[in-house]
């Protein structure tokens, strides 16, 4: 655990090092969100509902969204590359060393650009979120429910790379699932609302935490509780499973 903080503070200190450059990653990726935050604004305001829906709970969503993601995207930036990295066979220096190679992967590399994510989808939540003492736990619960469940689909997908030596789907599966966990779960039909709670876990990254904060349930909070514990486990294993066929392609680098 040691080795694991030290790298991350190396991590972090690497994207500190050029601080103006930090803080433009920053703020381009907040200008981003904002005109992501406009487009539902607008829209809600010419539609009013949609299914369930309206501007104040998909703000919500956006909120969730944001925070989870940047915090996997921004401090485990090698959770989305990790496909690559095991195709190229960058990940050799990191089997040398005295540390559980996925925990040391996803630690390694810190993302800039998305910690503007972290920064948004907070003040997002203060501002449009009505924040009381029950919503900001289930907030919280819910931002950090989504990170893990993210990063273990990520690392799930990705170590698909291991098995078939491509990181097709794993880019794939990132764009899928970022990209329908932008928008509300009900505007879609059965098949893809199934989809969206097995496959591709998109519902679980935003519009069901969003959900819980407008009507609690305990039931919904523990099979999103569940869902992440399933797919944590899931990237853990599928990734230790494919590091045993692993063939080393002799390319050291730092991943």
Same mark, same amino acid.
């Given at each position: 655990?040691?080795?694991?903080? %030290?790298?991350?503070?190396? =991590?972090?200190?690497?994207?500190?090092?050029?601080? *103006?450059?930090?803080? @433009?990653? #920053? $703020? +381009?990726?907040?200008?981003?969100?904002?005109?992501?935050?406009?487009?539902?604004?607008?829209?809600?305001?010419?539609?009013?509902?949609?299914?369930?829906?309206?501007?104040?709970?998909?703000?919500?969503?956006?909120?969730?969204?944001?925070?989870?993601?940047?915090?996997?995207?921004?401090?485990?930036?090698?959770?989305?590359?990790?496909?690559?990295?095991?195709?190229?066979?960058?990940?050799?220096?990191?089997?040398?060393?005295?540390?559980?190679?996925?925990?040391?992967?996803?630690?390694?590399?810190?993302?800039?650009?998305?910690?503007?994510?972290?920064?948004?989808?907070? %003040?997002?939540?203060?501002? =449009?979120?009505?924040?009381?003492?029950?919503?900001? *736990?289930?907030?919280? @619960?819910? #931002? $950090? +429910?989504?990170?893990?469940?993210?990063?273990?689909?990520?690392?799930?997908?990705?170590?698909?790379?291991?098995?078939?030596?491509?990181?097709?789907?794993?880019?794939?599966?990132?764009?899928?699932?970022?990209?329908?966990?932008?928008?509300?779960?009900?505007?879609?039909?059965?098949?893809?609302?199934?989809?969206?709670?097995?496959?591709?876990?998109?519902?679980?990254?935003?519009?069901?935490?969003?959900?819980?904060?407008?009507?609690?349930?305990?039931?919904?909070?523990?099979?999103?509780?569940?869902?992440?514990?399933?797919?944590?486990?899931?990237?853990?294993?599928?990734?230790?499973?494919?590091?045993?066929?692993?063939?080393?392609?002799?390319?050291?680098?730092?991943?």
């Amino acid at each position: 655990m040691r080795a694991l903080l %030290v790298t991350m503070r190396g =991590a972090l200190a690497e994207a500190w090092a050029n601080r *103006g450059a930090f803080w @433009v990653q #920053v $703020a +381009t990726m907040v200008v981003n969100d904002i005109a992501w935050v406009a487009f539902w604004v607008l829209f809600f305001h010419r539609v009013g509902t949609l299914r369930g829906w309206d501007g104040d709970r998909v703000l919500l969503l956006l909120a969730v969204l944001t925070s989870s993601a940047g915090l996997v995207l921004g401090l485990f930036a090698n959770a989305r590359s990790l496909g690559r990295l095991v195709n190229g066979g960058e990940i050799d220096a990191a089997l040398t060393l005295p540390v559980p190679t996925l925990p040391y992967l996803l630690v390694r590399r810190v993302n800039s650009t998305n910690l503007g994510d972290v920064l948004f989808g907070f %003040v997002l939540f203060v501002v =449009a979120g009505s924040p009381t003492p029950s919503r900001v *736990g289930i907030y919280l @619960v819910g #931002v $950090a +429910t989504s990170a893990v469940l993210l990063t273990g689909f990520l690392v799930a997908t990705g170590s698909i790379a291991l098995f078939a030596g491509r990181d097709d789907v794993g880019e794939l599966s990132f764009h899928g699932v970022l990209l329908l966990s932008s928008y509300p779960v009900d505007v879609f039909g059965p098949i893809a609302k199934v989809v969206m709670y097995t496959v591709v876990p998109a519902a679980f990254l935003g519009a069901v935490p969003a959900k819980l904060m407008d009507s609690f349930d305990p039931v919904v909070a523990a099979t999103m509780l569940g869902a992440a514990a399933f797919f944590a486990l899931l990237g853990w294993v599928t990734f230790n499973a494919g590091l045993r066929r692993y063939t080393s392609g002799a390319v050291w680098t730092n991943a």
